[in-house]
């Protein structure tokens, strides 16, 4: 995988240089809630436009179908890449029509510009592979090289992450190397005790990371929404809680397997319950009172670990050499539920190993809750990457920037 260093050794002054980033932030209206992805682009961009290069870069948000939507514009990502460049920074209100054509066009040497939400157009995210390559032949056109550094996508055969690279030279970004840096240190080089602590609604969506890390982590702590699957699958009382019948039986299989395996598989203790889910907009009392993770009442649902499974999961990651989290404990957006969530962080800010925070909501919940980004040893971009990674799944987006 040939880096960015070596594409500006090789000189980029005038050339127009497509950068495949990762804007996808999360929006209040056209306020941006969180701009951690916008900053984490920002070294390779600059790095472009400082040694000359005219820089194009694009990006998804959300999850619009195919089609313009004012509520998926990448505008509001724009403005804030300019602000953090201290740059003007010109928007092409389509992905590869006039307005596209026209701003790159107009681009001088060092400059960058940004290019609205690719998913407008129906052929990046297409299952046809003829569809998918006709857009990504209009994407090519904008540009001589491609620099892929959009770590939240690469798990997407997308035309612009996928398909492209294969028809320009190409190269990994800061980003990107330094993702794949880490991951590497989770799957290759692992210092042990190596404790993984998973949270989430869904546990559907954490099995197949489970299957992986049943042979290679010392201990997995499980939280959040899907806790409440594994708790019934122990022949717990779970109320209303956030629960997946049909993945029951997995889950007894993997409580099986880690007991023989001699991974401590590790479940709440107890919970904070209530008998309606809190109000998030505005953020009313919610008054939940503390049950034993074994007798949720039948009227009520868990919505957070309670305190003796914060003091247990502290605990569990106190002495560990590497750490991974992927997955809020709670309902983290509520202060009555986010508790769970900020012992687990607090307890990677006081690790002595190192910590690695795996995108998506843990990311979002680190920098809402007021957590010091740089007291952890990596946030990552993207969650979904990250545990496809650690599945063993082969990413699109890593494996076109291979030459």
Known sequence: MKTIDELLSEGVSGKRVFVRADLNVPLDGTTITDDGRIRAVVPTVKALADAGARVVVASHLGRPKGAPDPAFSLAPAAARLGELLDADVPFATDTVGESARATVAALADGQVAVVENLRFNAGETSKDDAERGAFADQLAALADLYVGDGFGAVHRKHASVYDLPARLPHGAGYLIAKEVAVLKKLTEDLQRPYVVALGGAKVSDKLAVIDQLLGKADRILIGGGMAYTFLKAKGYEVGGSLLQEDQIAAVQEYVERAEKTGVELVVPVDALSATEFPDLKTKAPAHPTTVAADAIPADQMGLDI????????????????????????????????????????????????????????????????GFDETAFGHISTGGGASLEYLEGKTLPGLAALED
Do not use: I
């Not at 750490?323 to 709670?330: I, L, R, S």
């Not at 983290?332 to 769970?340: I, T, V």
């Open 306 to 369: 309670g305190p003796e499974t914060r003091k247990l999961y502290a605990s569990k990651l106190a002495d560990a050499a590497t750490v991974f989290w992927n997955g809020p404990m709670g309902v983290f957006e509520h202060p009555d539920y986010a508790e769970g969530t900020k012992a687990v962080a607090q307890a990677l800010v006081e690790s002595k190993g190192f910590t690695v925070v795996g995108g998506g909501d843990s990311a979002a919940a680190v920098r809402t809750l």
